[in-house]
């Protein structure tokens, strides 16, 4: 199992709420209570009638607004923290993008989960090869938390990164480059090298990129598992929905875009 150092986050915010309930007065009349007794009965009615309209306006409101059937294969690549470690394979983040996107209108939208427990840069460069018969339009490339906490060198790390995404561009494939944060007690010159790693990169390669994978998740107890690393089911709900698909969307509407249309004549 691996450890990926993260950088915690401590933002908690409580609300609460105040409801205030007025009850009618007991010296009502009875003309009243008859008038308010009609109005209560012609509430329900209407809403009894409303129900079936409320359904299918619920049911519309589910449906997308448009379908794309231009199939898409997205490659889910790094270490535990893709893979879900510690959870159902249905509840990493891999399987709820694709249920996420699909119902998003992208009905024929596939996202292969290649993460792979203790995977560090070295590795996954070594295995390139086996996840490229994947043949990926898009891959989401974590990796480098576990570079991290065995204190592997930056540049090897760099370089490592570089490469992965060399390959991948080479199969025509684009990346999405996800950054890692870790803890400051790794000694503050490793941290800043290791901080600068990920947009110093982005900024060379051009990639579309999630500034912190874990952004919100991290840190936060109840969106952790019990060893505090790796994500819950919700956790990766979030993961999803704040920090992948507001960079997500948007390359793969360009991918999208970029694909021929068949002009073929009946």
Known sequence: MSLAFLKPLTALVVASALLIACQPS?????????????????????TTEQQPVQAENAEQDSTPEQVIEQPVTILALGDSLTEGLGLAEEDAYPAQLEKTLQQAGYVNAKVINSGLSGETSTGLVNRLDWVLKTKPDITILTIGANDAMRGIDVATVDSNIRTAIQRLQDEGSVVVLGGMQIYDNLGDEYVKSFSALYPKIVEDTGVAFI???????????????????????????????????????????????EQPTDSTQP
């Open 211 to 257: 500034p912190f994978f874990l952004d919100g998740v991290g840190g936060v107890p109840e969106l952790n598992q019990a060893d505090a690393i790796h994500p819950t089911a919700e956790g990766y709900t979030q993961i999803v929905q704040n920090n992948i698909l507001p960079v997500l969307k948007p390359t793969l509407a360009e991918f999208v875009d």
């Open 26 to 46: 007991s010296n009502e009349s009875t003309d009243t209570q008859a008038t308010d007794n009609a109005t209560t009965d012609l509430a329900q009615n209407t």
